[in-house]
């Protein structure tokens, strides 16, 4: 059975890139158009993995993260973000929060391939 990720993006493309890119590699993807969106599908859907974006109308990526950790379903599921954001501040704010790891857009299909790839098989 197909692993099934959570894309959270505002950006209609930035989703249509992810999911193009992880259906090819063979995964199941739902997206989600900003982090109430997310927590809300989580909620009713269990994820193998689950890429955020930082800066979202609504609910931005750090509080998803921080709202999906307090869940008993997602305290080890891996949480990647996918942002423009690379200071050092807020990779340690990501961290803090529970996301397992950090890509910056654009991001390369491949480079995200390789990563899904390692941290859910």
């Known amino acids: 059975m197909a692993k099934t990720?959570?894309?959270?993006?505002?950006s209609a493309s930035i989703r249509q890139m992810v999911s193009f890119t992880l259906k090819s590699a063979g995964y199941e993807v739902v997206e989600a158009v900003d982090g109430?969106?997310?927590?809300?599908?989580a909620k009713g859907k269990s994820f193998n993995l689950v890429l955020t974006d930082q800066n979202m109308p609504?609910?931005?990526g750090l509080s998803l993260i921080k709202s999906l950790?307090?869940?008993p379903g997602y305290r080890t599921?891996?949480?990647?973000?996918?942002t423009t954001e690379s200071s050092d501040t807020m990779k340690s704010q990501g961290r803090a929060a529970?996301?397992?790891g950090w890509l910056v857009k654009p991001f390369d299909p491949?480079?995200?391939?390789?990563v899904v790839k390692k941290v859910i098989g």
Do not use: N
Request: charged fraction near 30%; glycine fraction near 10%; charge should be negative.
């Open 5 to 10: 990720v959570l894309t959270v993006d505002d």
């Open 58 to 60: 609504r609910m931005d």
């Open 110 to 114: 491949q480079k995200l391939i390789e």
């Open 69 to 71: 950790r307090g869940m």
């Open 77 to 82: 599921v891996p949480i990647l973000m996918l």
């Open 36 to 41: 109430m969106d997310g927590l809300e599908k």
């Open 98 to 100: 529970g996301a397992t």
